[in-house]
């Protein structure tokens, strides 16, 4: 069975592709191991720092993907998350999230 000419030329060029491909994907591995951010930096995004304190609260912060805050005043522990969200061609959406806490000890 003969393969004809033009199916050739198109498993070649399927082949090429392919084969850019993965030269694509070890460039992007070894390009992120080489500047991307050290593992003492990751941990560092991941600690939860304090931000603020004034009047005995304390505004919280630690990172995860997406930034969290935690306020703490008193007895009163509030948490938020803030996100965007895709909506579609040209739209983003801002989201936000909160969790309200009483300590009852």
């Known amino acids: 069975m ?5 199916l050739q030329d198109m498993l070649l060029a399927f082949a090429w592709v392919v084969i850019g ?16 951010p050290t593992e003492e930096q990751q941990a ?14 304390k505004i919280y912060r630690f990172y995860d993907g997406n930034y969290h805050y935690v306020t703490r005043c008193g007895d009163k522990v509030t948490t938020q998350k803030n996100w965007s969200e895709y909506c579609g061609k040209a739209c983003t959406r801002r ?3 909160e969790l309200v806490t009483e300590d009852n000890q």
């Not at 992007?28 to 191991?33: K, P, T």
């Open 44 to 57: 560092q995004m991941h600690k939860t720092q304090i931000i603020s304190e004034m009047d005995g609260c």
């Open 21 to 36: 491909m993965v030269f694509l994907g070890l460039g992007v591995v070894v390009l992120l191991e080489l500047f991307g």
């Open 95 to 97: 989201r936000t999230e």
């Open 2 to 6: 003969r393969i004809s000419e033009t």
